[in-house]
């Protein structure tokens, strides 16, 4: 879904836009609404926008002011004019600096949905998924591909530095004088009728979608595994960024909700994306790469179409940064040794039934029963280990796991190592739901705490590091209600309270559970309680 804002000083222009687009347009947007140039630019510095509907003439920066700001940090962001004055000059201006349409307010409401339509075409227009497709199957013949995907391998995993010349010589357009920013995306789910070859042609679709909207950045991409694409992302230098920066930072995280949905919309699959908060040191990419996968591993929530940053586990941060270090270190390490990891659990479930299948052919103490049970008895304790849930496992499960001769047969032996895999994907899935809890919790305290304050989704998201869009998804899969469902319902509750226990004011009552006024209290309380405040007052007095 797009995300519109509506920039207007008039209040009542922005509520009457705000209600028009809602009710009358036939396309359905994400709407924003504010009343200067300065709460426009806030609301930018901090989220995505995809159309800006402008009012030409305001105080302070003018509407065409206000676009260079916005293009300058949204680059792809459509601009439609809004005046009240048929003015040339000011017409000739916006075109010229890329808008999409002028429409004056004497126009009508259809000028304006048409302008706006106008602006949703042109985006859709930028992708067409014939033309990613071709790209894809391009990407797919290059013969530098393996070498590429080795090589990221072994720095992902601290096995080799970065080096400019080896990038240089397999062409991935990195500068190792710059840190990145680092990205793991993944297929949550492809369709049942999609082959191997259908999956990886997908992930080199999901590569050139993100390549579209990298404007002003150095990106590279390689699909590691089938769970997992990797991806560097830096600004290029004497572009628009320059440099690293907290705003060209906010762009690129921002972007990867504009490539969630383009994958959405026209590969039709949903894909997960966690990314460094901030840039990594190429000598630090191999800690920073085992952090984000085990994000992407537990996730939150149902763990579909997520847009995490590393900021998240602030939320449940313990211990000292050293020694966190340490742990992260150690498990880098091990990673290393072992050479395989806990992947999604349907594929992982199912490579161990098919390995299982092909050993059962295999008699007596054949060698390779020997190595394959101490291959994966590693694995298991490595991921038991890292989680620190040996509680959940039979007293005996060391014994058993570091020795194939403590079982009685080879089916035994199957057996217990897949019921330790089922014992470790459980953990995998209550801490997931116990992370999503705790922070749908923290946001509901903080909602209780603050109900008469300002409560956006964006400034909800900010109080638990997460994406607003994301955020809203997770709280409704949690819940069962939207987010501003749930504001309005314990401000009706709230205030029924004040209005049957309290000898407050209305006025007062209103201030209090978020309403800047006692008409917009009222008109609120009357369509939820079909009585207004005062009526309902006097009934519980009675009562």
């Known amino acids: 879904m797009y995300r519109l804002l509506i920039v207007d000083n008039e209040p009542i222009i922005v509520r009457g836009l705000q209600q028009l687009l809602a009710e009358e347009a036939p396309f359905e947007l994400d709407i924003y609404g504010v009343h200067s140039a300065e709460e426009a630019l806030r609301l930018l510095g901090i989220m995505k926008i995809d159309i800006a509907l402008l009012d030409i003439r305001m105080p302070g920066m003018n509407g065409l002011e206000l676009q ?157 595994d089938p769970s997992a694409m990797v991806t560097f992302v830096q600004p290029v230098r004497n572009s628009q960024w320059e440099t690293v920066s907290p705003r060209w930072i906010r762009f690129v995280h921002g972007q990867l909700e504009t490539i969630q949905a383009a994958c959405k919309q026209y590969l039709k699959l949903p894909v997960s994306f966690v990314a460094s908060s901030e840039t990594v040191h190429w000598a630090d990419i191999h800690l920073k790469y085992a952090e984000l996968k085990q994000m992407l591993f537990y996730g939150f929530g149902q763990r579909t179409e997520m847009l995490l940053t590393d900021d998240v586990n602030r939320n449940f941060a313990s211990g000292s940064p050293q020694t966190n270090e340490t742990i992260i270190k150690a498990q880098s390490r091990l990673k290393q040794l072992l050479s395989s990891e806990m992947a999604l659990e349907n594929r992982l479930l199912a490579d161990f039934d098919e390995l299982a299948s092909h050993s059962r052919k295999l008699t007596g103490n054949h060698p390779f029963l020997y190595e394959m049970y101490n291959g994966i008895a590693y694995m298991l304790l490595s991921a038991i280990n890292h989680q620190h849930r040996t509680e959940a496992f039979p007293s005996d ?147």
């Open 68 to 224: 260079a700001k916005i293009v300058e940090q949204w680059p792809d962001c459509k601009v439609v004019f809004l005046s009240g004055y048929d003015d040339f000059s000011y017409i000739q201006t916006a075109f010229r600096n890329g808008g999409v349409d002028y429409v004056l307010k004497m126009d009508g409401d259809e000028a304006i949905i048409a302008a706006i339509q106008k602006a949703i075409d042109e985006l859709s227009r930028a992708s067409s998924m014939n033309q990613l497709m071709d790209q894809a199957k391009h990407k797919l013949q290059q013969s530098l591909t393996p070498l590429q995907r080795d090589y990221v391998s072994q720095l992902i995993h601290g096995l080799a530095p970065a080096k400019q010349e080896r990038m240089d010589e397999l062409k991935m357009a990195m500068d190792t004088s710059v840190p990145p920013l680092l990205l793991i995306s993944r297929v949550d789910r492809f369709a049942p009728s999609h082959s191997d070859s259908d999956k990886t042609l997908m992930y080199y679709a999901l590569q050139n979608i993100a390549g579209e909207f990298w404007a002003g950045c150095r990106a590279f991409s390689v699909m590691l």
């Open 397 to 543: 499960w060391l014994t058993k796991l570091v020795s194939l001769d403590a079982h009685s047969s080879w089916e035994e032996a199957l057996d217990y190592m897949r019921d330790i895999i089922r014992r470790l994907l459980d953990i995998r899935n209550q801490e997931s739901e116990a992370g999503a809890h705790l922070l749908i919790a923290k946001l509901k305290s903080f909602i209780d705490s603050h109900l008469n304050e300002d409560l956006s989704l964006v400034r909800l998201a900010e109080t638990v590091y997460l994406n607003p869009t994301y955020l809203s998804r997770l709280f409704k899969q949690q819940t069962g209600q939207g987010i501003s469902e749930y504001i309005a319902e314990l401000r009706l509750t709230k205030s029924c309270d004040l209005l049957q226990f309290s000898n407050l004011k209305i006025q007062d009552i209103a201030l209090k559970v978020g309403f800047d006024s006692a008409t917009s209290f009222g008109r609120f309380f009357k369509r939820e309680m079909n009585a207004t405040p005062h009526e309902y007052r006097e009934r519980a007095s009675v009562s």
